[in-house]
């Protein structure tokens, strides 16, 4: 009971902190809508920040206050490659390059359009993208985490209601075997509780540093030695060897749903890549350095690679360049990486002219990916949702009774046969 109030604290605290993002997420949207109409109106980078933020609430208006301090300094460029922000608002970065540009070269003009402005409105649409996204992962995931908690509220329930109606099962219940079935069921509920942690979550850090599910695996032959500590050597052996083998098991599954996992996001990723890129190839002074610098804070899943590429890229820009192309093997992807690699030579504007050329289109693409990639997971989550509660109602209490009712049976049978002989 006092594990499924836990759950439930966290899954309010999880919802409340889901919210508030989503919430800061919009207000960031409709300040970029302000900013347009305010920069048309006096010009000024600094100026249009501070207006259209007085109607921002919250700690999202002491950031973009900061930015414009940050903007207004002397060290502007270092300022700005330091500059910490929150995961859920990762698209700050981006914007305080935008605003840092504009300042040091000014806003631009293409035909009748300032560059600031139009790439101020691609940001925009990326950043109602991300509402979007989350609206819909808040709706498609509501209450699966309470959901694959209940069973352990009706562990003592169906004890309880199996004794009450057939005696014959207090052995089952109150047995080494009910206590195995227990301890499973509580292993099962975790693992389904955590991997619905994984699929809600935006940052897929868990792919650099998974060893929590190394620690759990481990400590399974340890459970199963003190549930059997009052059996026999021999059964107290034989369950911390079949235990041993089952987290073995378990951490491959693991890793193996973590994988499809990463390829159900990864189109959704590339996609999210070149909206970056085609945010920043018409940036003065935008250099390959600075180009897979700013991609490092965008990208989860392809994280590992470019920092790789990155670190390498200072001292062998060719080698840099080849490994982040060879690195990964989407396809996607490494048309990206050769669209980064061909730029070298070409220029950042005619490498990714083609995909610039029909920004309609590839909107369209990344939401129509998004929503897929949503609705995977949300399937996903339903099955690891009622996993538990399917292996609770089958092993806990449908397999118990029929086991009974057929011994009760078979006694019945053997009476009616010693009958027929008096």
Avoid at 3 to 15: H, Q, R, T
Avoid at 65 to 90: N, R, T, W
Avoid at 162 to 188: C, K, P
Wanted: charged share 25%.
């Amino acid at each position: 009971m006092l594990y499924f109030i836990a759950v439930c604290l966290l899954e309010y605290k999880g919802f409340q902190k889901r919210k508030r993002e989503y919430r800061e997420l919009e207000h960031f949207a409709e300040f970029l809508i302000n900013l347009n109409y305010e920069f048309y109106i006096c010009k000024s980078i600094t100026e249009s920040i501070f207006r259209a933020a007085e109607s921002v609430p919250g700690s999202l208006k002491r950031r973009l206050e900061e930015i414009c301090f940050l903007l207004e300094g002397e060290d502007m460029e270092s300022a700005v490659a330091e500059y910490q922000y929150p995961k859920h608002l990762k698209y700050l970065k981006l914007f305080l390059i935008q605003c840092q540009n504009a300042v040091q070269y000014g806003s631009g003009k293409i035909g009748t359009e300032s560059v600031f402005v139009k790439n101020m409105t691609e940001l925009r649409r990326d950043v109602q993208n991300e509402c979007y996204k989350r609206s819909q992962a808040v709706f498609l995931f509501a209450g699966l985490g309470l959901v694959a908690a209940v069973p352990i509220v009706f562990v003592p329930l169906i004890r309880q209601f199996g004794i009450a109606n057939m005696r014959e099962l207090a052995d089952f219940y109150e047995g080494t075997a009910g206590q195995i079935t227990v301890a499973a069921v509580f292993v099962l509920t975790a693992c389904s509780y955590a991997l619905l942690i994984i699929l809600r979550k935006e940052n897929w850090t868990v792919y650099q540093n998974p060893k929590l599910v190394r620690m759990a695996a481990a400590c399974l032959p340890l459970c199963a030695a003190w549930v059997m500590q009052k059996e026999s050597i021999g059964r107290i052996t034989t369950a911390v060897f079949i235990s041993a083998l089952l987290g073995v098991a378990a951490v491959k599954i693991f890793y193996r749903y973590l994988e499809y996992l990463r390829r159900i996001g990864m189109g959704g990723e590339v996609l999210g890549l070149q909206s970056v890129i085609l945010m920043l190839y018409d940036v003065p002074n935008m250099t390959v350095m600075k180009l897979l610098a700013t991609l490092e804070d965008y990208a989860e899943l392809f994280r590992k690679t470019i920092v790789r590429c990155t670190d390498r890229y200072a001292a062998e820009e060719n080698e840099a360049l080849e490994l982040l192309y060879e690195e990964e093997s989407y396809p996607a992807f490494k048309q990206l990486a050769g669209r980064i690699a061909i730029s070298e030579r070409v220029g950042l504007s005619h490498a990714f002219s083609e995909i610039a050329s029909d920004r309609q289109f590839f909107r369209e693409q990344q939401r129509l990916d998004m929503e897929q990639e949503l609705k995977k997971k949300a399937a996903n989550a339903q099955i690891l949702a009622f996993a538990p509660m399917v292996f609770l109602l089958f092993f806990y209490l449908i397999l118990p009774f029929l086991v009974a009712s057929v011994g009760q049976m078979a006694e019945i049978f053997t009476e009616m046969d010693q009958m027929k002989y008096f």
